[in-house]
């Protein structure tokens, strides 16, 4: 059942700020809510649930307003009401008459002309109109007698050479009329737009009540319809601290993959029971750890609000608060970087977090140096784990935290699952336990289309880090004191690339072709042209 917003068209008609097209939305809003409410009338209300017996209730019974709205307003409306032209035929007599005096005054100017042509006995006679007189009857001089022969009828007005001009008490009532009925059918339309206002406004109360049922119906048979074309399950909901998903989907990545043809999205099961009720998440970029930990907030903020999930199956305990910290953003109009705003959202998290809560982090500490970053990362897991014990995801690309793992016992380390191929890396965006070996930059760098020499350079400047870095650890664990790390060699000569053919030159080839001694000197001179068109189209 289609309906327009109810509850906005009364905002604006409340304020003042409304116009016919808001009267034909709550008309239209309220020819729904009846449609609705007798179809829930005629099942069986022994049957229907409370809720649904309130929502009737809400529903109530909008006929006279209906029926006065559906007879006043005409099919096409204007945008504001100052524009006119809104109020149906046959809904004011009066605004009739006056619409009739703005548009039939032609029918009956030719009316009332053939009635003085038959009272005065001049079958030419004419009612014209001009800048000067008005309206006027016009007739030639040698009829202007029989028209001076009725003075209680005809008002002489002007005589000219060619034509003599009268009037009469009704034409000038008639022009008085019409020159007026414009005004005064805009200012009557605007006075019953404000009594149907008045009358919609009276019935404030309940037609609020007709709008929250009518949203409560929308959201409620748009969760079921989605549940029955998506495959959702009903969500178990506990008392205690679980936290199991099977088979769980992001509502809305899986049905965008589908109705672009991108294939199936690929579900992954999350299990944040009291043993491991920290998740660290890593992986490449682009293999779907933020889909993850989004997935699973949605699922909770579906479950809790009453509706099925997007998963096999679901088991939740009930969950106080849901934090998230993801994605970045600055406010630097309150002089906050994106590192700042990071810090902020994080330190909010970590001081009001409890057991009951969930808690999702993506890349904490990657706003400022590695070491720093890797500090703070480690710290606010710890937190997490020791002090909040909420149940948490946390995704991360500093792969020296699931070292974590030895001392924090509900700690769980989970990696995104890919494949290598022929130097390339496909994502299979499957969730699986274990750790990510590296983070795969680079090979990302190079599916967004960053230029092959920038590429070769940062693989090979990636290379002299992670030899640095093990000769760093392997040298602090014999006991030696640690050279510092040399500077990046920003400087050194570029890596020399693989020399590829150049492309052919399809000048050169069409001039290897040719076979000077067979040519004539005009075939010649057509190859020369030839020859240089292909240098011009190149």
């Known amino acids: 059942q289609h309906s327009p917003d109810l509850e906005r068209a009364l905002a604006r008609l409340a304020l003042g700020r409304g116009g016919p ?29 409370g809720l649904w017996q309130a929502i009737v209730q809400q529903l109530g019974d909008h006929a006279a307003l209906v029926d006065q709205l559906a007879r006043a307003l005409k099919p096409e ?99 008085r009329k019409i020159s007026e009925a414009a005004g005064r059918a805009l200012a009557l339309e605007l006075q ?12 404030l109360a309940p037609l609020r009540a007709t709008a929250q049922a009518l949203a409560q119906l929308d959201v409620l048979l748009g969760l079921a319809e989605t549940a029955r074309l998506e495959g959702y399950c009903r969500p178990m909901l506990t008392d205690g601290l679980d936290f199991t998903v099977t088979s769980g989907q992001h509502p809305v990545v899986a049905q965008a993959l589908r109705r672009s043809g991108g294939g199936d999205f690929i579900a992954n099961d999350c299990d944040l029971g009291a043993a491991q009720r920290l998740w660290l998440l890593t992986g490449p970029n682009m293999a779907g750890k933020s889909t993850f930990l989004r997935q699973n907030a949605l699922i909770a903020v579906l479950a809790q609000m009453g509706s099925f999930v997007p998963a096999q199956a679901a088991t939740i305990g009930i969950i106080d608060k849901l934090f998230s910290r993801v994605g970045a953003a600055d406010d630097l109009a309150r002089g906050r970087s994106t590192f700042m705003v990071e810090m902020v959202e994080t330190a909010a998290i970590l001081h009001q977090a409890t057991a009951r809560s969930l808690v999702i982090l993506d890349e904490i500490g990657r706003g400022t140096a590695t070491y720093d970053g890797m500090a703070l990362a480690s710290a606010v897991m710890e937190h997490l784990h020791d002090a909040n014990q909420a149940r948490a995801l946390f995704a991360t690309h500093y792969h020296e935290l699931t070292e974590l793992r030895t001392r924090l016992p509900a700690l769980y380390c989970a990696t995104m699952k890919i494949r290598e191929w022929q130097g390339n890396i496909i994502f299979m965006h499957a969730v699986i336990a274990g750790v990510a070996d590296r983070s795969y930059g680079i090979h990302v760098a190079k599916l967004a289309g960053l230029p092959a020499p920038v590429i070769a350079r940062a693989e090979a400047l990636l290379q002299a880090l992670e030899q640095q870095h093990g000769k760093r650890n392997q040298q602090m664990m ?15 000569a570029p890596v020399a690339l693989p020399a590829s053919p150049p492309p052919p030159n399809p000048a050169l080839e069409k001039l290897a072709a040719l076979n000077p001694d067979e040519l004539t000197p005009k075939q010649a001179l057509e190859a020369l042209y030839a020859l240089k068109q292909v240098l011009q189209d190149r």
Do not use: M, W
Request: aromatic content about 6%; glycine content about 4%; proline content about 7%.
């Open 77 to 175: 409306l204007p945008y504001l009401a100052r524009d006119g032209g809104f109020i149906a035929r046959n809904f004011s007599p009066p605004l009739d008459e006056l619409l009739t005096l703005r548009d039939d005054s032609q029918r009956l100017i030719v009316g009332l002309q053939q009635n003085y042509a038959t009272a005065s006995g001049v079958p030419t006679l004419k009612i014209k109109h001009n800048n000067v007189i008005g309206y006027h009857i016009e007739v030639t001089p040698q009829h202007a007698d029989k028209l001076g022969a009725q003075p209680e009828l005809f008002i002489h007005r002007q005589s000219l050479a060619n034509a003599c001009r009268f009037t009469t008490v009704e034409l000038n009532e008639l022009e």
């Open 21 to 49: 097209r808001d009267l034909a939305a709550l008309r239209d809003a309220l020819v729904a809510a009846d449609a609705i409410r007798s179809s829930l009338l005629a099942l069986p209300q022994d049957t229907l649930p």
């Open 478 to 492: 014999a006991g030696q004191s640690a050279k510092p790390a040399p500077e990046l060699p920003l400087f050194a």
């Open 192 to 203: 019953l737009f404000a009594e149907l206002t008045a009358a919609a406004l009276d019935r």
